[in-house]
Nanobody, 121 residues
Framework: VQLQASGGGLVQAGDSLRVSCAAS????????VAWFRQAPGKEREFVGA????????YLADSVKGRFIISKDGAKNTVYLQMNSLKSEDTAVYYC???????????????WGQGTLVTVSS
């Protein structure tokens, strides 16, 4: 299994951007797919997650009200819709698969290369 994030780019503050996480293998209903991000010189931090079976989503306080997570089961893909982007959202965004909802990246695996999102102010 591999999860590959894509769709990043350079945007201005206040813009919107959607990034995708495509899984090459099976994701089971018990799995959680999470988004993390890592800014230069900082640790990887939790952004949000979605339970594959129920579709329930969870978001970090820093992005709640601005970001939305969704999935397309037929495409084995999870999306992160980012609205009202801020300069502090600049980071490489990664997705990973876990067996339950955890907020530390060590609990997830099958990371891809990530996709860079740069927000200019």
């Amino acid at each position: 299994v591999q999860l590959q994030a894509s769709g990043g780019g350079l945007v201005q503050a206040g813009d919107s951007l959607r990034v995708s996480c495509a899984a090459s293998g099976r994701i089971y209903s018990s799995h959680v797919v999470a988004w993390f991000r890592q800014a230069p010189g900082k640790e990887r931090e939790f952004v949000g997650a979605i339970r594959w079976g129920t579709g329930r989503t969870y978001l970090a306080d820093s992005v709640k009200g601005r970001f939305i997570i969704s999935k397309d089961g037929a495409k084995n893909t999870v999306y992160l819709q980012m609205n009202s982007l801020k300069s502090e959202d600049t980071a490489v965004y990664y997705c990973g698969r876990g067996n339950g909802l955890e907020y530390a990246p060590a609990h997830y695996s099958y990371w891809g290369q990530g996709t860079l999102v740069t927000v200019s102010s």
